[in-house]
Structure formats: structure tokens, C-alpha cells
């Protein structure tokens, strides 16, 4: 009788393991991520976004990814606010990117210092993030992230959010913006310079013109001279080799 009970009990067990063995094929078949969509990333490639998110030896998982990530997003990623998970289907997630608003960035100790649209220095690298144009001509002695970069006439960050608004506008991707003290800006497009003089009020103007004008200029290596224009050629000067 008592080996009766022995077998019986055997069996159950037996029959609850190759339960709770289906269970978990069965989790890991069906939940298994197969599509990932990543939206909103720019300084991090969706292939390092994925690694992220999905660490840890279930991090294939959209069941476990729904659990983990419910009602809160990771937080303490450079150049990043918050990501969020979306699950849409037992084998597929969307991971969405909100990341931090960066205005321009300036350099420092071979460090990149990014910067939001009042000044704030919101992250250091030592890696430069296409996209994010080089601010030159600002001076500082010391850099406090979270603070405000400390130059002398806070103004200028007015003038640099109003450039890199219109740069965007106006599909233009200048990876050097340079201001000298009089306020007057330059812009660096690969080999060629642009030169846009101090007049805030003509600035969306000239900005309107130069996509085309930098087609024309493609190759060539010198200074586009816009802050004047020549009545009598009827066009802006372009130097080469300056």
C-alpha cells in the first residue's frame, strides 16, 4: 500500500513538472519578441537601444518586458529623458525614445558639453553626436553640468536657439557655428564657411537662400561671404581657400 502511495505520488509530481515544463515552452514560444520597433532615437542606433532595453536573460521576453516595464520607463541614460515599452503583440514591442532637447554643444578639456536652449549643460561626452551642432566663440572658465555654461552675456543663448530653429527650418545640417564678439555668425558646412554678418533681421533671409547656394558650391573649398551682397553682380561672394 505504502508503495502504492509512493508511485502515486511519483506521478504527480511527474505530471506536475511536465506541466509546469509545457507552461514555460509554451511562454517562451508564444512571447518570444521576434519584431522590435524603436522610435525617437537619435544619438543611440536602434541596435544599442535594443541592448537596453532587452538585457538580462528574459529580456526577450514581452511578458516579461510588460511586467518589468509597467507603468515606469528606464531613466539614467546619457542624452536620454526616459524610454517606455509599448507591447504589441505577444511576440512584438515598440520602444519609444524620449530624449533630452539639446541645443548645441561646445568643447572642453576634449570633452563635448551638450547644452539645452537656455544654457543648461545637460550632458558631457567624449564622443561628438552628429547632429548636435559645435557652438564656437563662447567663453567660459568652468562647466557645472546641470548649471548654466557662465559666459558673460547670456543673450547669446537666445541667438543660438534662434540659428539652429531656422538651420532646421531650412534642412541645414552645420556641424560649426561660430560667433565672434560683435555677435557676428559663421557657419561650417564640410570646406566651406559661411559667413551671415550680425543683422538678426535679415538671418531667416539668407538662410531661405543658402540651400541652394550650397549645392553650387559642392567640392569647393573657401568662405561664402553673405553678411554683404554685391549690387553689382548681382549675387554673394564666395572666396575660395579662406
Known amino acids: 500500500m505504502f508503495r502504492k502511495s509512493k508511485v502515486g505520488i511519483f506521478i504527480l509530481l511527474a505530471l506536475m513538472f511536465l506541466a509546469v515544463a509545457g507552461a514555460v515552452g509554451y511562454v517562451k514560444r ?5 519584431t522590435v520597433y524603436v522610435e525617437g532615437n ?11 532595453v532587452m538585457s538580462g536573460p528574459l529580456g526577450d521576453n514581452s511578458l516579461y518586458l510588460s511586467l518589468k516595464y509597467k507603468n515606469k520607463g528606464i531613466e539614467g541614460i546619457p542624452f536620454v529623458d526616459v524610454v517606455d515599452v509599448d507591447i504589441l503583440s505577444p511576440d512584438t514591442v515598440k520602444i519609444i525614445v524620449y530624449e533630452k532637447s539639446l541645443t548645441g554643444c561646445v568643447r572642453y578639456l576634449d570633452t563635448y558639453i551638450y547644452f539645452d536652449r537656455d544654457g543648461y549643460v545637460v550632458e558631457s561626452s567624449g564622443i561628438r553626436t552628429v547632429g548636435v551642432p559645435q557652438i564656437m566663440g563662447l567663453q567660459f572658465d568652468y562647466i557645472v553640468t546641470g548649471e548654466k555654461l557662465p559666459v558673460e552675456n547670456e543673450e547669446i543663448f537666445n541667438s543660438i536657439l534662434d540659428i539652429t530653429q531656422l538651420l532646421q527650418k531650412y534642412d541645414l545640417a552645420s556641424e560649426k557655428i561660430y560667433f565672434n564678439r560683435a555677435g557676428a555668425i559663421t557657419l561650417y558646412f564640410g570646406d566651406v564657411k559661411v559667413s551671415l554678418g550680425n543683422d538678426p533681421a535679415k538671418l531667416e533671409d539668407k538662410l531661405m537662400l543658402l540651400p541652394g547656394l550650397l549645392v553650387s558650391l559642392e567640392g569647393k573649398n573657401g568662405t561664402l561671404q553673405m553678411q554683404t551682397y554685391d549690387a553689382d553682380r548681382g549675387k554673394y561672394v564666395f572666396k575660395p581657400g579662406i
Open 42 to 52: 537619435v544619438h543611440y542606433t536602434e541596435e544599442e537601444i535594443k541592448a537596453i
Open 30 to 34: 508564444t512571447y518570444t519578441v521576434r
